[in-house]
């Protein structure tokens, strides 16, 4: 028997038991986060005959009117070959409408875990009679996160990564090294640099046309990581004046560049390619197995990502493609309403 149950213990919620590169936007710490802005975060956990099976989080985002939005950002997490999706399926739906109730939202976003294949399943249950595709203007949000990201695998010697790299970008990291940028790593007061730090990602926003969170939500983040040292910093520096920086956090065996920002008017001196790559080399360094840029653009959606994105692949690496998000719609009229303003804001 397939059920859901809810969690409030830490050390019953644990998602990298079920897969040991779990997304961080599942851990606990990221809930934390939320919360952390006022935030409502609800944690579960799936059993199949008291067997656990999975895991998730759903974050609730105020709206106008009362209303509210319930996210489970990437993914609810499933066993890898569980079996049971038809039932998985049913369940999930009837809880999110549970949950959803409760929190008067308008509708659920999820993805769907990589083993439940978006078509009719062997049980009967169509995917699109409960759930409704997110449309990929939608994805295009502060508070979502991407269907395409770029990673890079870290099991090749420092040598052999630099040399996968196209030449402009080796060009690039022994230029700004030749121009005496240097890049240092900072694991601890991580708060400290907060003003720096907040200062180039605005710098960056504004350029590249997309939104910030709160300062505030940045601060909660890195006092957060000074708790759970899983993050660093890279900064890159320009006699002592910062111009360039990323924080990367940690967990599993991945690495991740959460934020990152510089200034443009150093960009003859190329330091975020340094910043980058001593990124690179510090997570091999500290054991992890993958280093994970973030969001691109896939030539179907994040169009205005285009720039960054081609920075990112130029550190060699693939694509990861996230499962497609779908909504369960409790209010289909007010749904309407917040895809109709995301839509409008993306024609801008």
């Not at 709206?63 to 489970?72: D, R, V």
């Not at 030449?167 to 900072?186: F, L, M, P, Q, V």
């Not at 400290?192 to 710098?203: E, P």
């Not at 940045?218 to 006699?239: D, P, Q, R, S, T």
């Amino acid at each position: 028997m397939f059920d859901i149950r809810e969690i409030t213990n830490k050390i019953e919620y644990n998602p990298s038991s079920i897969d040991k590169n779990a997304p961080f936007t599942q851990a606990w710490f990221y809930g934390e986060w939320q919360e952390a802005m006022g935030r409502k975060v609800r944690r579960f956990e799936m059993r199949d005959n008291s067997e656990t099976v999975g895991f998730f989080q759903a974050i609730k985002y105020p709206l106008p009117f009362g209303k509210n939005i319930l996210y489970i950002p990437h993914a609810s997490l499933l066993r890898q070959g569980y079996e049971g999706q038809a039932e998985f399926l049913k369940v999930f739906r009837n809880k999110l409408i549970e949950i959803a109730k409760e929190e008067n939202a308008i509708f659920v976003r999820f993805d769907l875990p990589a083993e439940v294949p978006p078509r009719r399943d062997e049980g009967g249950v169509a995917i699109n009679k409960y759930f409704k595709k997110v449309p990929l203007y939608a994805y295009h949000s502060v508070y979502f996160q991407p269907k395409y990201e770029w990673i890079l695998a870290l099991d090749k010697p420092e040598s052999e990564l630099l040399n996968d790299m196209p030449k402009d970008s080796r060009y690039d990291i022994r230029y700004a090294e030749n121009k005496g940028i240097t890049a240092e790593i900072i694991g601890n007061n991580l708060t400290s640099y907060l003003d720096f730090f907040y200062g180039l990602m605005a710098k960056t926003a504004r350029r590249s046309n997309f939104n910030l969170h709160p300062k505030e939500y940045y601060k909660n983040v890195l006092v957060n990581c000074e708790k759970n040292n899983n993050a660093f910093f890279v900064a890159a520096k320009n006699n002592s004046d910062i111009i360039a920086m990323n924080f990367v956090l940690i967990f599993g065996e991945t690495a991740y560049v959460v934020f990152g920002g510089y200034d443009d008017r150093f960009k003859h001196l190329r330091a975020p390619r340094l910043v980058y790559w001593k990124g690179i080399i510090t997570a091999k360094n500290r054991g992890c197995k993958f280093y994970n840029f973030g969001g691109v653009s896939s030539g179907d959606s994040y169009g205005s990502y285009d720039g960054i994105s081609e920075f990112k692949k130029g550190f060699g690496g693939k694509m990861l493609e996230h499962p497609d998000s779908y909504d369960l719609v409790i209010e289909p009229f007010w749904r309407w309403l917040y895809n109709l303003r995301k839509w409008a804001s993306n024609q801008k």
